[in-house]
């Protein structure tokens, strides 16, 4: 029964490369998240058309829709509502794709290789924090497009490329950060089912804010809703640096915004991550 | 903190809702050494090595990897391991040589020493033809193969290998057999679970029999074979109706009861004494009994495990058999 088998050549060269093997220090916080964002990258190149469709579709429906249909009546003419309108959809685009990152997240993470990461010693979050790295990229896009399109319709930034500029670096850090609430979510709710209650929740948030009608039209108790949703900071703060009127505490309270949602949902996300039984 | 022990668990135990998953498992395994852990499925083999590769925290008991807790010393026995898990613990979206890069620089070894071991790895698993292919064409033997390869790029000093051969052919299975006993005779540690004995018999140094999460038994495969008695007279009946008269008549001859097996026509008997089979083989056929195979030998770890699971008593004749 007991058959000694003969060593074939592969063997010969697992025996030699085991010989030479030493295991090295483990990577850097830095280094492990870059390679899991290539990781990440090397997966989104599969199905980049879809993502792109996906994230598309709702800056541009919106663009037109809200600017065309109601521009005039929100802001007297369709001209003036998309200078105020336009930074607001850069925002709604890229908070809505945060939701997607969260959703790559809770698909991936069921696979095997995540029990693979758990059991090595890097730097944990790299294995989330490697996916929305490469998220950035996904939204700049989404941005990029959206900020193509307002341009073609007659949208004039004040402040020129640089506000422009600087706007969506402004946006990118607050969506990165606010992914955090999505990868808690996607960890705590298995069930993928739940993506359309999200969406709509997230929708509703969006709605709260100043992205399309400013706060000072509507009716008090809504427009206190309104006022600390950090949405409205931020989407407050993007006008202010396209049209050259951004000022401090403006910017100060995006920041406050990020570090909060990085200091809460951050480290919850990882203690979900680390507690989840089944990879 | 030097330690002789690969492993050490003292009570391991860990429920999930009522079900005791894990209920007070006490394993010792020697460096260097493949320690085996057999069980039928939901056993609790898997849940043992989520915790021993620090991916479940126990709920009471404590083990150790070379020395160092699972629980307070996580991080340095994340150092020492590696796993590769019941299901493909690589990634099917991307290629081979993707995914031993990607742990490679994920264990720390810089971009060009990355890519070398990749190209080693992937000619020494025979598989440098399939490098560039995406895992998820690979076919099941191949995925397991780089599943290893990726466990053993780490130069790991322990490494779990949870069910390596589930549901691949006999040339892959002895691929995978192969590897490991390469991989040990570096000096690597093995911790493998299974299900099939043949799989235990041919690499363990030990084994643990587990069942619902507790150790049944433990020890070298020929004590766990000579702990079922001495040899076994085993007879395959042409026909299985006569089962039930060909026990009374075996019964009586060699003064012990058969042993239950799932199989109508195979009936197993202790038996140590040769002269008394010869016997028995007489007086079968004397009484009518048509005998197709008729054999005396040392039981096989299937018996082992047949009768270490049908109940304590082990031998109780009839047992319902509930490990299969």
Known sequence: MSTVSKAPAPVAALDAILRTLERPQPPGALSATLTLAWRAAIKAKNTAVEQLFDAMMMPIVFLLIFNYLFGGAFAGSTDNYLQVFLPGVLVMAAVMQTMATGHTISLDIAKGIYDRFRSMPFWQPASLVGTMV????????TLTLTAVLGLALGFRPGAGAVGLVLAMLLILAFAFAFAWIFTTISLLVRSPDSIQAQSMLLMAVVFCSNIFVESSTMPGWIRAIVDVNPISHLSTAVRGLVHGTVTAGQIGLVALSIGILLVVFGPLTMVLYRKRKNG | ???????????????????????????????????????????????????????????????????????????????????????????????????????????????????????????AFDLADAGDRMVRTYSGGMQRRLDIAASVLSAPRLIFLDEPTAGLDPRSRNQVWDAVRTVVAGGTTVLLTTQYLEEADQLADRIAVIDNGEVIAEGT????????????????????????????????????????????????????????????????????????????????????????????????????????
Do not use: C, W
């Not at chain 2, 807790?69 to 898990?85: N, P």
């Not at chain 2, 979206?93 to 060009?112: E, F, I, P, V």
């Open chain 2, 221 to 324: 495969p020929g004590e766990l074979k000579a702990s079922v008695g001495g040899g076994a007279v085993h007879v395959r009946l042409l026909d299985a109706t006569q089962r039930q008269f060909a026990e009374q008549v075996l019964t009586r001859v060699l003064g012990a009861p058969v042993r239950p097996d799932p199989d109508p026509a195979r009936l197993s008997v202790s038996a140590s004494d040769p002269g008394r089979a010869g016997e028995a083989l007489t007086a079968l056929t004397a009484a009518g009994v048509a005998v197709a195979d008729f054999s005396l030998g040392q039981p096989s770890l299937d018996e082992v495990f047949l009768t270490l699971t049908a109940g304590p008593a082990g031998i109780a004749t009839g047992a319902e058999v509930n490990a299969v």
């Open chain 2, 1 to 123: 903190m030097h330690s002789d022990f690969a492993i050490r668990t003292n009570g391991l135990t860990k429920a999930f809702g009522k079900t005791r998953a894990v209920d007070g498992i006490d394993l010792t395994v020697t460096a260097g050494t493949v320690y085996g852990v057999l069980g039928p499925n939901g056993a609790g083999k898997t849940t043992t090595i989520r915790m021993l590769t620090t991916l479940l925290p126990p709920d009471a008991g404590s083990a150790e990897v070379f020395g160092h807790d699972v629980v307070r010393e996580a991080e340095t026995v994340r150092g020492l391991i590696s796993l590769t898990g019941q299901f493909a613990s690589v990634d099917d979206t991307l290629t081979g040589r993707q995914n031993l890069n990607l742990l490679a620089r994920l264990t720390g070894y810089s971009r060009a020493v990355a890519r070398q071991r990749a190209v080693e790895l992937l000619g």
């Open chain 1, 134 to 141: 490469t998220d950035l990229g996904r939204y700049l896009v």
